[in-house]
T-cell receptor, first 114, second 116 residues
């Protein structure tokens, strides 16, 4: 079984500053990795995903993430955040033979301040 | 493409009544759909996996008689909360996987259920 840990429940940051949201996972098999964003009272929107190949993945809204197999991490980064990036961010993992059954981390609330 | 629509987005019901939530894939076929529950300020917890034409697979601790799931077509799955109680109040989210694609699921906008 896999698990996902998002180390920070809340991350406050000033507008235009860089941000990193941390995600670590554990699994005994190869995995796919995802980052989703959730705005209040809405569903989840996919930011980016790692399936295979290059470990640096670029997503929408200027976000990117890097898969580090040795550290079992998939941290999300953005060089300069906007007020509109304030939202809940979820890291998720699915095992390659699990038919896209996602396991989510606890979420990180990104709060961008002016 | 890949739009998933959930209906209703918000519903308030009285204790003891039943509520049906629909999850539709609008522009693709979805053999598999997933139902999640999310409590305030918490993550998503998988409730069940719904497969078209067969019985749903429920996660441990989820009452199948309480949360009835029907996946009658390749574009529609429904979750019925039966004999609802205030503790069933939550945010319910569905996701759908495109038939033949195993690497991504698309999420509905969620349904806020309040039982009074």
């Amino acid at each position: 079984a896999q698990s996902v840990t998002q180390l920070d429940s809340q991350v406050p940051v000033f507008e235009e500053a860089p941000v990193e949201l941390r995600c670590n996972y554990s699994s005994s098999v190869s995995v796919y990795l995802f980052w989703y964003v959730q705005y209040p009272n809405q569903g989840l929107q996919l930011l980016l995903k790692y399936l295979s190949g290059s470990t640096l993945v670029k997503g929408i809204n200027g976000f990117e993430a890097e898969f580090n197999k040795s550290q079992t991490s998939f941290h999300l980064r953005k060089p300069s955040v906007h007020i509109s990036d304030t939202a809940e961010y979820f890291c998720a993992v699915s095992e390659r033979n699990a038919g896209n059954m996602l396991t989510f981390g606890g979420g990180t609330r990104l709060m961008v301040k002016p | 493409g890949a739009v998933v629509s959930q209906h209703p987005s918000r519903v308030i019901c009285k204790s003891g009544t039943s509520v049906k939530i629909e999850c539709r894939s609008l522009d693709f076929q979805a053999t598999t759909m997933f139902w999640y529950r999310q409590f305030p300020k918490q993550s998503l917890m998988l409730m069940a996996t719904s497969n078209e034409g067969s019985k749903a697979t429920y996660e441990q601790g989820v009452e199948k008689d309480k949360f009835l799931i029907n996946h009658a077509s390749l574009t529609l799955s429904t979750l019925t909360v039966t004999s609802a109680h205030p503790e069933d109040s939550s945010f319910y989210i569905c996701s759908a996987r495109k038939t033949g694609y195993v690497t991504e699921a698309f999420f509905g906008q969620g349904t806020r259920l309040t039982v009074v």
